[in-house]
């Protein structure tokens, strides 16, 4: 399957997705200190893992896919990655003193938006562009160098 690995990775975020909107629950139900405890187990995959798969994104497909439907729109997806650092920078501070639940409410609703809609427009417009528009050679290196990016981290 062309472009397995960033699906794998959209897949896995759609569960985290999903751990986040329980949060946001739990923020809804005054549970805030019980939600920052569950963002906090959930740093690794926000800041690690899914620093790795925009790393992949961009410097593998979108740099490919550049040639073939221009700047615009991948500069479009690479501020949506952009927006998303600066929401989790703001959530590890947030978690880091005393508990804002209207703040983190908000901030809540802004990631599970983000993640879901930008999930939505690559599996839906951009992955589909790549397998239709890029060779099998063009789609044979864009996978190496996900994968590599991938084993380094």
């Known amino acids: 399957?062309?472009?397995?690995?960033?699906?794998?990775?959209?897949?896995?975020?759609?569960?985290?997705?999903?751990?986040?909107?329980?949060?946001?629950?739990?923020?809804?139900?005054?549970?805030?200190?019980?939600a920052a405890a569950t963002l906090r187990d959930m740093l690794g995959f926000l800041d690690e893992e899914q620093r790795v798969h925009f790393r992949q994104e961009e410097e593998g497909l979108f740099l490919y896919l550049a040639w073939v439907i221009g700047e615009g729109p991948v500069q479009a997806m690479v501020g949506e990655h952009e927006s998303y650092w600066k929401a989790v920078a703001h959530l590890k501070a947030l978690l880091a003193g005393a508990t804002d639940a209207a703040e983190m409410e908000r901030l809540l609703e802004h990631?599970?938006?983000?993640?879901?809609?930008?999930?939505?427009?690559?599996?839906?417009?951009?992955?589909?562009?790549?397998?239709?528009?890029?060779?099998?050679r063009q789609l044979r290196e864009v996978e190496a160098e996900i994968a590599a990016i991938g084993r380094l981290g």
């Open 111 to 136: 990631l599970t938006a983000l993640l879901r809609g930008h999930i939505h427009r690559e599996e839906t417009a951009y992955f589909t562009l790549a397998e239709k528009r890029l060779s099998a």
């Open 1 to 34: 399957m062309a472009l397995g690995e960033l699906k794998a990775g959209h897949r896995k975020a759609l569960q985290v997705v999903d751990r986040l909107e329980a949060a946001l629950g739990m923020v809804g139900r005054g549970e805030a200190e019980a």
